[in-house]
């Protein structure tokens, strides 16, 4: 099993990034994905929520209307698209994959948003 988080960088506010996570060894359409993030020295958070088929989204209130989650379960990939990025955005992003029991982890993709 694999997730493979990539497109993080350093952007300045107000700036946007597109996260993506290749997923393998496992039957990606079959399971909800999430996107977590960790700022430095805090807690990792829920960023994002999409199920199976994308059919429902849920979103953090702090990137409410700024961060659209995606999947395109031919390619076995979801995305992150970041708009108006904010310094308190600034953190390592991890993807998540999810189904009953079963939890998936990637390794982070750090962003850091900084003028």
């Known amino acids: 099993v694999q997730l493979v988080e990539s497109g993080g960088g350093m952007v300045q506010p107000g700036g946007s990034l597109r996260l993506s996570c290749a997923a393998s060894g496992f039957p990606f359409s079959a399971y909800f994905m999430s996107w977590y993030r960790q700022p430095p020295g805090k807690g990792r958070g829920l960023v994002a929520f999409i199920t199976n088929t994308g059919g429902s989204t849920n979103y953090a209130d702090s990137v409410k209307g700024r961060f659209t989650i995606s999947r395109d379960n031919g390619k076995n990939t979801v995305y992150l698209q970041m708009n108006s990025l904010e310094p308190e955005d600034t953190a390592v992003y991890y993807c998540?994959?999810?189904?009953?029991?079963?939890?998936?982890w990637g390794q982070g993709t750090q962003v850091t948003v900084s003028s």
């Open positions: 998540q994959a999810e189904l009953a029991t079963k939890q998936y």
